[in-house]
Every structure is written in structure tokens, then in C-alpha cells.
């Protein structure tokens, strides 16, 4: 069972330059979130999808698209990258909304931005 | 404004000993606070959670402490093993607005000494 999976688990890309982040879980949730989190911060969230065809943003969400692919996946875009967004980003899953259910987390993916 | 702090950013304790962890919080919304554990290059794994109608809950040697009047939450380990050597993030559920996820805390790196 590998619960959260996350792609590419490294990537650097130059200034302007897009890219899209993967993310799928194996354990039939509803919810799904992405953060990011930066050196010496906590975990912020960019985005997150209550259910499948929905999205709605989270405390940093500019500069960044996401796409509930289906109910197992959920993208997140950068169309333009800059060296702000330098962070490690996750992925996370639960069954439904509310802390009476914990979020599970992917390994994260690390993304520099020269 | 930060709504959820950890005031220690590190911690050193004896293998054997308790371990006491703080987290304080300043939204009356939050409905449950929950603690995760994070070991490097990995994401952050979900250990035990209280809601806010509840000021403690126990799952073998962690304990959660929650003193909604102060609006302070304690993680106790006891006994404290070197495995429990990590960063731990408080987070809190229910922040009101309609919007989802998690807020963290900036976390506290826990290291058990021999």
C-alpha cells in the first residue's frame, strides 16, 4: 500500500520556466491538499480539493494552478516559476473534511527555482 | 500573524525521560489540533489528535494535553526512545471561513540523547 506518492521527488528549473507536480493516493480519499514548506516555517497550504471536481485556494495560492484529475490525483502547476517559489512541496490525502480525519502525507518533492 | 506557534524550535531530553512538547494557538475556532511527526527527506506522519471538546488523549506512550482556557496543547512521550528523535508540528483543524487544511506550527526539533 503506498498511501501518498509524489513526482518528480527532485526537480530544478530556471526562472520563467513551468512545470507540473504529481500527486496520487491509493486509499480512496476524498479530500485532497497540497502546501509547500520553506526552511524554518511550517507547512502552508497553496490549495486543496474537498472532493473530486472541486478546488479551492489555501493561505499562498498565487502563482499556482492545480487539477483534480480524478478522484485519485491532484496536480499542482507552476505556469511561470520564480525563485520565491523554491520549496519542498506536499502532497496530502484524507477521507473527508474535518480534523476528525488526518491528513496523510507524501514524501515531498524538492523544487529550486535559479 | 501566526495562529498556531511552537515557541521552542529545539528540544534535548534523555532516553528514558519525558518528553514534553508545547504548542500554542490563538484562533477560538480551531475544533482539532493534531500532531505530526517528520523525519528528514520524508513527509510528516500523523501520531495523535484531540478535539477541542476533549483535554486529553492518550495512544500508548504519547498523550495529548489541551487547556482550551490558556489555549495550549502539550505532547507527552514517556518513555522517550531514540526513535522519537525528529521534528514534531502542532497543527490545527477548523480555522472557520469556509476554507480547509491544516495550520501549522513552525515545529519543534525533538533530539533524544543516549
Known amino acids: 500500500n503506498a498511501g501518498v506518492t509524489q513526482t518528480p521527488k527532485f526537480q530544478v528549473l530556471k526562472t520563467g520556466q513551468s512545470m507540473t507536480l504529481q500527486c496520487a493516493q491509493d486509499?480512496?480519499?476524498?479530500?485532497m491538499y497540497w502546501y509547500r514548506q520553506d526552511p524554518g516555517m511550517g507547512l502552508r497550504l497553496i490549495y486543496y480539493?474537498?472532493?473530486?471536481?472541486?478546488?479551492d485556494k489555501g493561505e499562498v495560492p498565487n502563482g499556482y494552478n492545480v487539477s483534480r484529475l480524478n478522484k485519485r490525483e491532484f496536480s499542482l502547476r507552476l505556469e511561470s516559476a520564480a525563485p520565491s517559489q523554491t520549496s519542498v512541496y506536499f502532497c496530502?490525502?484524507?477521507?473527508?473534511?474535518?480534523?476528525?480525519?488526518?491528513?496523510?502525507f507524501g514524501d515531498g518533492t524538492r523544487l529550486s527555482i535559479l | 500573524d501566526q495562529q498556531v506557534k511552537q515557541n521552542s524550535p529545539s528540544l534535548s531530553v534523555q532516553e528514558g525521560r519525558i518528553s514534553i512538547l508545547n504548542c500554542d494557538y490563538t484562533?477560538?475556532?480551531?475544533?482539532?489540533f493534531l500532531w505530526y511527526k517528520k523525519y528528514p527527506a520524508e513527509g510528516p506522519t500523523f501520531l495523535i489528535s484531540?478535539?477541542?471538546?476533549?483535554d486529553k488523549n492518550e495512544d500508548g506512550r504519547f498523550t495529548v494535553f489541551l487547556n482550551k482556557s490558556a489555549k495550549h496543547l502539550s505532547l507527552h512521550i514517556v518513555p522517550s526512545q531514540p526513535g522519537d528523535s525528529a521534528v514534531y508540528f502542532c497543527?490545527?483543524?477548523?480555522?472557520?471561513?469556509?476554507?480547509?487544511?491544516?495550520?501549522f506550527g513552525k515545529g519543534t526539533h525533538l533530539i533524544i540523547q543516549p
Open positions: 484531540i478535539s477541542s471538546i476533549k
Open positions: 497543527a490545527a483543524s477548523g480555522a472557520g471561513g469556509g476554507a480547509d487544511g491544516l495550520t
Open positions: 496530502a490525502s484524507r477521507m473527508g473534511q474535518g480534523g476528525v480525519f488526518p491528513q496523510h
Open positions: 480539493s474537498a472532493s473530486e471536481g472541486t478546488t
Open positions: 486509499m480512496n480519499h476524498n479530500s
Open positions: 484562533n477560538s475556532m480551531f475544533d482539532y
